[in-house]
């Protein structure tokens, strides 16, 4: 069954970097891109980023687009987001999915508190 | 990018109601629109693909239309496990963008 399973919660300081990874399982992970949606506490949904698991191309949210980097490592289907220069207001449960058009199956999230 | 207009952003409902939810897209995206449900604490699960196409498991009282700019989420009697929060989401063009949620409470 498709799984993906994301790295545990973090609490960094402002202006740090945060890296979290999302591990897919049961199905061939360069046949599907892989996005990032955060989600500040009590708030909606925001996607902020897409890569492409085939070549790597990305797309990001253009308020991020400075901070912010997606890889992944196709010898273990593994998909990482990492946001620098952190600020309060990423503070924020960072969800990964796959993609094929539309985010079908998702991760179960990480946390991420930025605090002084 | 392109602007969504979900509404209502919550709804006062009763277990057995019908229930619509509206999102409104500032260009036509053809069909290219997802309906999710978000429970607290969960990620979200996706109930709708192609704007009318029912995931695999999700109940037939779900149900989507729509084409262009103008979209529905239908949700024929309430159940009590359906209170939650609903989002639309279009892919037609980077960037992606939801729709700002519509929470349904209990009457």
């Known amino acids: 069954q498709v799984q993906l399973a994301q790295s545990g919660a973090e609490v960094k300081k402002p202006g740090a970097s945060v890296k979290v990874s999302c591990k897919a399982s049961g199905y061939t992970f360069s046949n599907y891109g892989i996005t990032w949606v955060r989600q500040a506490p009590g708030q909606g949904l925001e996607w902020i980023g897409w890569?492409?698991?085939?070549?790597?191309?990305?797309e990001f949210a253009q308020k991020l687009q400075d901070r912010l980097t997606m890889t992944t490592d196709t010898s273990t289907s593994t998909a990482y987001m990492e946001l620098k220069s952190l600020r309060s207001d990423d503070t924020a449960t960072y969800y990964c999915?796959?993609?094929?058009?539309?985010?079908?199956?998702w991760g179960q999230g990480t946390l991420v508190t930025v605090s002084s | 990018d392109i602007q969504m207009t979900q509404s209502p952003s919550s709804l006062s409902t009763s277990v057995g109601d019908r229930v619509t939810i509206t999102c409104r897209t500032s260009q036509g995206i053809r069909n290219d629109l997802a309906w999710y449900q978000q429970k607290p604490g969960k990620a979200p699960k996706r109930l709708i693909f192609?704007?009318?196409t029912l995931q695999s498991g999700v109940p037939s009282r779900f149900s989507g239309s729509g084409s262009g700019t103008e979209f529905t989420l239908t949700i024929s009697s309430l159940q009590p496990e359906d209170f939650a929060t609903y989002y639309c989401l279009q892919h037609n063009s980077f960037p992606y963008t939801f729709g700002q949620g519509t929470k349904l409470e209990i009457k």
């Open positions: 890569i492409s698991t085939y070549n790597g191309k990305t």
């Open positions: 999915a796959r993609v094929f058009g539309d985010p079908d199956y």
């Open positions: 192609g704007a009318s």
